[in-house]
């Protein structure tokens, strides 16, 4: 395959899919919203085909790739159901396109419009998540786009049949050319061939590991939303309440921790360690964490399984396992020292009953999300009332935190006269 050069297959898909783009921009609110619930309906219909291929996808996994991993492959009923739930949530929300942002009159009396438009033609780069298969197009589409969706082989199976379903539904509804294209090429060629076509692709948007997120950066000739790695933190301060800070920060870290807003670090306030660390092992215990303690808090937790000396990568490192790391600090500046220098500007929470500390820590602290007193758990389009996302963006144009539908939008201008001209 030559340097600039596409298969002809793939060239035809993506000058396709421009032109999908163009009639998808007309596409009413009331036509999107029909496809989007037949696609719920239809998702649960054939939910025992789905779980069926996603079985074969889970036999033939690697028996050394992570839990976590496997963990995210994993289809069940429970979560079929709620990708049915996000398409219907995402159907109810309001339609942002030609959303009038501002409007005003010149005194020449041109009649100015600021509205929200499309973006285009989305390319989609992600792990084997089948999940994010809905959720992507169903903003894409919602949104007035269309999307190019490219998974990992491990979902080839399940990814199949639910790009079948799709398809099916889409041709019902009435749409010639369809707004949406899933790969089951998985030769990596083609994605370093399609991140220099600007001229077919829009906006690249890679969701994965550090690995596909730099290599997207280094070649992508078109604008992407980058959505990074979550190496999150949570600041335990001497004001919390600790009953509540064990609830939250073991939510944080438990209760799903193959996910990007899982907690990877608690930073514990030096005047509350020797009372919070035992609190939160005991509450944790049953789950078999691992901890990667430094110094002080190796020293409150002595004597208890599980319990390690930090090194000096952990700190910098998103485990997406049942492994915490530990800091005792001697204060809130401390606490954002070192969030400044090891976080991944993703999620960090405060818990805190200083208003004035939590309001600090939210001003200073430098990333998508800042909670107070709350699970970085919520970090997610779904839990915010978004109907889902594209993922979470660590970026700071044209995007940050999850990416909805507005966040698929960009807005242009549009000018009405009656002959004026500049003189």
């Not at 060629?189 to 948007?205: A, F, P």
């Not at 004035?356 to 919520?378: G, H, K, P």
Request: overall charge neutral; hydrophobic content about 40%; aromatic content about 6%.
């Amino acid at each position: 395959m030559a340097a600039s050069d596409l298969s002809p297959e793939i060239e035809k898909v993506f000058v396709e899919l421009r032109t999908a783009a163009r009639l998808n921009r007309q596409a009413s609110a009331k036509v999107k919203n029909h496809v989007l619930k037949f696609l719920a309906n239809n998702l649960i219909l054939r939910s025992s085909q789905i779980l069926a291929a996603n079985e074969q996808d889970l036999a033939r996994l690697s028996s050394d790739r992570p839990a976590a991993f496997r963990d995210r492959l994993t289809l069940n009923l429970k979560r079929l159901e709620a990708m049915a739930e996000s398409l219907s949530q995402v159907a109810a929300l309001p339609d942002p396109v030609g959303e009038v942002v501002e409007t005003r009159t010149l005194k020449n009396g041109l009649k100015t419009s600021r509205v929200r438009a499309p973006l285009g033609v989305i390319f989609m780069i992600f792990e084997s998540r089948p999940n994010v298969i809905l959720e992507a197009f169903s903003l894409a589409f919602k949104s007035g786009n269309v999307i190019a969706l490219r998974g990992g082989s491990e979902s080839s199976r399940t990814s199949e049949v639910i790009y079948e379903m799709m398809r099916e539904t889409l041709t019902a509804g009435g749409f010639e050319l369809s707004p949406f294209y899933g790969f089951n090429n998985y030769d990596r060629e083609i994605v370093s061939q399609l991140l220099k076509r600007k001229d077919l692709i829009d906006v690249t948007v890679p969701r994965g590991g550090d690995q596909l997120i730099e290599y997207v950066q280094t070649h992508a000739t078109m604008p992407i939303i980058k959505n990074d790695r979550g190496l999150c933190h949570a600041y335990v301060d001497d004001e919390a309440d600790l009953e509540m800070a064990v609830r939250i920060v073991a939510n944080g870290k438990v209760q799903r921790p193959g996910v990007c807003n899982s907690l990877e670090t608690v930073l514990v306030h030096q005047k509350v360690a020797a009372e919070f660390l035992p609190m939160l092992f005991e509450k944790t215990k049953g789950v078999n964490l691992e901890w990667h303690a430094d110094p002080a808090s190796c020293e409150i937790l002595s004597g208890r399984p599980k319990v390690k000396a930090a090194g000096p990568k952990d700190w910098d490192t998103e485990y997406l396992e049942l492994i915490l790391n530990c800091r005792v600090v001697q204060g809130l500046d401390e606490a954002l020292a070192h969030i400044e220098k090891h976080g991944s500007k993703h999620s960090e929470a405060i818990i805190t009953r200083s208003e004035t500390r939590a309001r600090r820590f939210q001003n200073e602290i430098d990333a998508a999300a800042v909670y107070w007193n709350a699970s970085t758990r919520f970090t997610d389009g779904f839990e915010l009332g978004l109907g889902g996302e594209l993922g979470i963006s660590t970026q700071k144009l044209h995007v940050r935190g999850p990416v909805g539908l507005r966040e698929l939008t960009s807005t242009r201008w549009i000018m009405d006269g009656n002959g004026q001209v500049r003189e």
